[in-house]
């Protein structure tokens, strides 16, 4: 929400990793996702949520 109206958006270039072991135990897999965070499209305000307040691309547009 900004200003009482709903935003939508997306990441255009992002990976996930699925690592499954049905026959283990404990812990038996993990997800890892890396997302370009300059790949965001928000609409009108891209360039504010690329800011220090929110995604700070500023240090680089990794995240993973």
Known sequence: ??????LEGQFN???????YDPDGTG?????????????LTLGSVTDQAMGTDFC???H???YG
């Open 1 to 6: 929400m900004q200003l009482g109206s709903t």
């Open 13 to 19: 270039d992002w990976t996930t990793a699925i690592r």
């Open 27 to 39: 812990t038996v897999g993990d997800v890892t996702t890396i997302i370009t965070i300059n790949s």
């Open 56 to 58: 700070d691309t500023s």
């Open 60 to 62: 680089g547009n990794l």
